[in-house]
């Protein structure tokens, strides 16, 4: 049996109609569910990763795209899942990959591990993809990559470059769209736990939507 079918296997074994529905309507309905809440879904993990000896191994980055071509939601977590464990594989050859999983069956909870971690990751190792990349995220006609531009350094903390955080966040801040707000909100927020003097200035010198001053001034 491969590593696909063992995990469906024990997917599908805790399928859950009863969950499946609020999980679905909570997700706007923009996916079917299995109905596996959180904590089953990382104990089956645990249990997956054990029977197979996966992260031990060379990346799969084919497992990765059968578990994103799945319908139920459960498999695309189950991929972000193995791929945060295995982290310390990812590099600047995995970029278009990423890019990739952001802008297929997009939405806040997939690009909210994407962004930050993975992108976060290879940006971090290989600083030239910020300008030869990312930048153009920003830029763009895609949400998921315009917020993914602004969230890659959410986890940076002292290694944050202001530079490149505030330029993205300044090419975005008339965005009518929500998840641009929030994640503009978002970002400012984390760093103001780092440099809240700076991060004040900053709203009080930028015209930003309400919803991203808001977020952003939590901690200041």
Same mark, same amino acid.
């Given at each position: 049996m491969n590593k696909l079918n063992e995990l469906?296997?024990?997917?599908?074994?805790?399928?859950?109609?009863?969950?499946a529905e609020p999980m679905k309507k909570y997700m706007k309905n923009l996916f079917p569910f299995l109905g596996i809440k959180t904590p089953l879904r990382r104990q089956?993990?645990?249990?997956?990763?054990?029977?197979?000896?996966i992260l031990q191994q060379e990346i799969n980055l084919e497992l990765?795209?059968?578990l994103w071509m799945k319908e139920e939601r459960e498999y695309q977590y189950a991929a972000l899942d193995y791929l945060v464990r295995?982290?310390? %594989? /990812?590099?600047y050859s995995h970029l278009l990959f990423i890019e990739n999983l952001i802008i297929t069956k997009s939405w806040w909870d997939t690009v909210d591990v994407l962004a930050p971690h993975l992108i976060g990751k290879i940006a971090k190792?290989?600083?030239?993809?910020?300008?030869? %990349? /990312?930048?153009?995220w920003a830029f763009s006609d895609n949400i998921w990559l315009k917020r993914s531009s602004v969230l890659f350094q959410l986890k940076y903390k002292l290694e944050t470059n202001e530079t490149y955080l505030y330029k993205y966040i300044r090419a975005n801040a008339d965005s009518k769209e929500f998840f641009i707000q929030k994640a503009i909100g978002w970002a400012l927020s984390e760093y103001s736990k780092t440099n809240p003097d700076s991060v004040r200035e900053f709203i009080n010198e930028t015209t930003l939507a309400k919803l991203s001053i808001r977020e952003g001034s939590k901690y200041i």
């Open positions: 469906v296997d024990l997917f599908e074994t805790n399928r859950n109609e009863e969950n089956l993990m645990r249990d997956f990763y054990k029977e197979t000896g990765v795209k059968q295995s982290i310390k %594989k /990812i590099n190792d290989t600083p030239s993809i910020i300008e030869e %990349k /990312i930048e153009i």
